[in-house]
């Protein structure tokens, strides 16, 4: 896809009924709406235990306008693979499977699942959107819970463990499209939802999607707490197409710019309120070596 969306090319048609039950703010929400515009009217939902199940609602007052299928925490993967091979079977051709599922049932309990479908080059989109801890079931640490952070499961110092790298986890699949995106930018979300739907077998999109309660920042600044985690090189936005890495969009345009430091970041969340300075100091060798080596 060499043209970029923008607002006036993007499709009006909504997707989603106008009333939802996110709460205020909700990151989720901005990519749920702007993801079903990509997927289109002609696609079928896998969605496990999660904040969008609340989202969504339960039939016949579901906020989302395409079928959805809701299933167990652990098999959003196997789930998806079941639904397109039950189309084939029935010779349904033009009907797109995705798998939308949290960080808590890819990264963690669903992660068996996936990984199996992705070994076998299954056919489907799955699409992560990772607001880093169980905020569903009160904000408990996940695996991509950032270093730091204080959830209900890490009250004191914060979470001890690095963020863990999904997409670097499934791109160790050798599968032909992951990519990366974010809340805070839409439309390269839309962009990289859209191509995968193009592209055979299992692709894989993983969405940095700002929580405020979870995080702890006031609801309208959802975009801005998006945006600051780009601009200080701590969430990189990239696709790996066919084995072929890739910086993209706002992340390819802070390529050999100074980046915003990391404590700005921190400091807008109240979840950071227990991180020292040496951990901060930490991070920010950290993310300075890593854009190093992209410039390099």
Same mark, same amino acid.
């Given at each position: ?31 749920? $709406?702007?993801?079903?515009? !990509? ?6 939902? +896998? ?16 906020? /989302? ?14 789930? *998806? /693979? ?23 049932? /890819? ?31 009160? +904000? ?8 730091? *952070? ?17 997409? *670097? ?31 055979? !077998? ?26 600051? *985690? ?32 990391? $404590? ?30 992209? !410039?390099?």
């Amino acid at each position: 896809m060499s043209e970029k969306t923008s607002i006036l090319n993007l499709p009006e048609e909504e997707l989603v009924h106008s009333g939802s039950r996110a709460c205020s703010g909700c990151g989720l929400g901005i990519i749920y $709406r702007i993801g079903l515009k !990509a997927l289109g009217k002609n696609t079928i939902l +896998v969605v496990p235990p999660s904040c969008l199940t609340v989202l969504q609602g339960l039939y016949p007052i579901a906020s /989302t306008k395409l079928p959805c299928l809701n299933v167990t925490f652990a098999s959003t993967g196997a789930a *998806a /693979t079941g639904v397109k091979a039950a189309l084939n079977a029935l010779n349904k051709k033009g009907i797109t499977v995705a798998g939308w599922a949290g960080d808590g049932g /890819t990264s963690d309990i669903g992660l068996q699942s996936l990984s199996g479908a992705c070994e076998r080059g299954e056919e489907f989109i799955y699409i992560c959107y990772d607001n880093e801890a169980y905020m569903n079931t009160g +904000v408990q640490r996940s695996g991509t819970t950032p270093q730091g *952070a204080v959830t209900t499961t890490t009250p004191i110092k914060g979470k001890l463990q690095q963020k863990k790298d999904v997409p *670097a986890i499934i791109a160790g699949h050798g599968i032909n499209y992951v990519a990366t995106c974010s809340a805070a930018y839409p439309l390269d979300l839309y962009d990289k939802i859209k191509k995968a739907t193009t592209i055979p !077998a299992t692709k894989y999109i993983h969405a940095h999607t700002p929580c405020p309660s979870g995080w702890g920042f006031d609801p309208k600044y959802t975009v801005k707490i998006g945006r600051l *985690a780009i601009e200080t090189g701590l969430y990189v936005l990239y696709e790996i197409e066919y084995s072929k890495w890739r910086l993209t969009g706002p992340s390819e345009k802070l390529l050999n710019k100074k980046l915003r430091p990391v $404590r700005d970041y921190f400091e807008a969340q109240t979840r950071f309120k227990s991180i020292t300075s040496s951990l901060i100091s930490q991070v920010q060798k950290q993310v300075d070596e890593k854009w190093a080596g992209f !410039a390099s």
